[in-house]
């Protein structure tokens, strides 16, 4: 919670967009702790500061969506993934738990071993691209943590996903 | 349809426990009976007044008593009671004999009587059941011993020995269930093991909300729970002590993640899933040595496990052809049957306590279903529909199903309901707030 209200006053300062909220669910004992004090024009931890997590969730993109019961990654899921894998390769300080998620629309078990696909498909992708698989951890979430709340495919769409949650870092 | 057989059968010895006080064998020339089946069935009239009270201490006890059985009763769909605004005469002696023509006159075709008696913390509780029409008792008047604190107890035992007598059914109503609590909204809800009384009373909490909990599942001797737990960020099986409140983590191989467990009906081994490198598959654990065997072996996602009451057969699902489909195997793993065949996908399949059935949550075409099918495939049977029903569970007499509905939309939440096998008597059970993931209890001893 402490992350969340943190990263929430950063982007209200930066004007960004309140879509970008990292999910608020991740293991806080794994998750970058706050960063605080200023370094020349760039305040470390924020989105302009290219080594922090709100640069990674908000320039690199830090989730993947997936089709309807799918765990095959798209074209553009990939596209992030590329990204994804160049900023763990460049900031070795940090390890990555992924979290995949499924929409409501499936029962709880099997949305659990989807999610666990659409994770494991995210974290194949990334050690395929050089990061070392001991920096990855997999989870599966199902159902459970809806980031959209409408029962229509506009939110379904953006719950099917994979999140890469950054855990380390400075000032880990 | 509901009959009053004019055959000369009489249900006897049902339910042998308990004293007998006055042991009769009635003489009935035509017994009380209701024949369940899949038609559409006429309530039976039944009345059901004050308890006597045979201590001073026992006065509210005795009408509290007589409105549990008349629930329990009525909450069936099978009987309908008759108000007490309507009674000609009353009972004021539990011994002395029953005008029958005055509970003729108002229709009541059955009548429960009781007498309720309190010394310290110990309550005894004895019934008759009257078949009013032949003018004789059906079955033995019983009694029941129970603590005070325990009296909803005391009343259930007498609805399931009414009910058994009138139905031919297994009882049920003495038994719990066990269930995930919910609250908050569907992008930060907490969600909590739970226990309570198969009608909702006495409801207690076995964890906290400080991590998800899903899919409790009692052990066969009601006194353990196993569930899924996210306390270590990761989904791992738990068996939880109901009486200590006390757990230990079963699965925690680093690397993985377990879910949906179940007991098999000795109590000594776990069927789960477990996922690793993005695969799931079922794996079977001795719950004391925690030796584990993998029973399934594919690509596909296979889950949702249930053992057969014999604990010789295991029914999941798998997605190997495809969708979701059932299947049947072995329990010790091996060649696996596809038992469904029907439009859509199937999952969380429960063996019916009875073996003759199997329980299932349904999609198809954009809606979810609760059914049931043989265990060949055959006679599959829905019993609900809406935006989404899942997750059955049995009644211990394999006639009743409970399960999760939850409502569309942003403020869409969860409820348990209930319904019969017959699709009859769909009706949700109340709890302090919203409920998901139920798993009903054996018979309490």
Redesign the interface.
Known sequence: MKRFLTYSLLIAALGLTACTNPD?FG?D??DAGTNTGTTGGIIPGSANDPASTAYFQQAVGDRVLFEVDQ?TLTNQGRTTLDGQASWLLTNTDYQA?IEGHAD???????N???G??R???A??YLISKGVPASRL?????GK????????NEACYAKNRRAVTVLAGGLTS | MQQLLLSLFLSLGLILTGASPNSSVAQAQEPLRIIIDEAIIEPLPVAVPAFQAESPEAGKMAVDLARVVAADLTGTGLFREIPSSAYISTISDFNASVQFADWKAINAQALVTGAVNVQGNTLNVKFRLYDVFSGAELGSGLQFSGTVDGWRRMAHKVSDAVYARITGEGPYFDSRVVYVSETG?????KKRLAIMDYDGANVQYLTDSGA?V??PRFSPTGDRVLYTGYES???RIYVLDIGSVQRRVLESAE?T?S??PRFSPSGQTVVY?L?Q????DIYSMDINSGQSVRLTNTPA?E??PSYSPDGSRIVF?S?RSGT?QLYVMPATGGEAQRISFGEGRY??PVWSPRGDLVAF?K?NK?RFHIGVMRLDGSQERLLTAS??D??PTWAPNGRVIMFAR?T???A?SSTLYSVDISGRNLRPVSTPSGGS?PSWSPLQK
Request: glycine fraction near 12%.
């Open positions: 608020r293991s004992s794994l765990s738990v409501e629309q499936g029962t709880r078990q099997y659990l071993a989807l666990a696909r994770a494991n498909a974290q194949e951890k997999v989870v599966s979430y459970e943590r809806p980031i959209e709340i409408c029962s | 909204p569907k992008d930060d809800r998800i899903l899919a960020g990761f989904p690397g993640m879910f949906a899933s996922s490198g993005g695969n799931t996602i889950t949702a699902e997605d979701q999952g969380t949550t999609q954009g935006f989404l899942e997750g939850e569309q939309g942003e869409g993931d």
